[in-house]
Nanobody, 123 residues
Framework: QVQLVESGGGLVQAGGSLRLACAAS????????MGWFRQAPGKEREFVTT????????YYADSVKGRFTISRDKAKNTVYLQMNSLKPEDTAVYYC????????????????WGQGTQVTVSS
């Protein structure tokens, strides 16, 4: 069992930046992948980015490539999401998730989820 706690959401103007953090606790040694997903009102939860816990390999949705950066601090069991050049369409609840023995981006394959943090980008 892994517990995830996100922080860092908020309100920002278009073009601004935010940094989210997700701290993991529990059986963190069993994590293979950590990721960020988001869900806007009336929409399905969608993949944003993932990072392979052991190697640091990263993957991004086309919509955020070049603007968002995922990173991890293995000593702190924490993953970060640096979001730059934010757009109003980035407005959503952002969720941190962990997968075990899975290295893809399907949200249904992630077994642990944080409570979510709201990101609102005003135009």
């Amino acid at each position: 069992q892994v517990q995830l706690v996100e922080s860092g959401g908020g309100l920002v103007q278009a073009g601004g930046s935010l940094r989210l953090a997700c701290a993991a606790s529990g059986r963190t040694f069993s994590m293979s992948t950590m990721g960020w997903f988001r869900q806007a009102p009336g929409k399905e939860r969608e993949f944003v980015t993932t990072i392979t816990w052991s190697t640091g390999n990263t993957y991004y949705a086309d919509s955020v490539k070049g603007r968002f950066t995922i990173s991890r601090d293995k000593a702190k069991n924490t993953v970060y999401l640096q979001m730059n050049s934010l757009k109003p369409e980035d407005t959503a609840v952002y969720y941190c998730a962990a997968a075990f023995g899975y290295y893809g981006s399907s949200p249904t394959a992630f077994g642990s989820w944080g409570q979510g943090t709201q990101v609102t980008v005003s135009s």
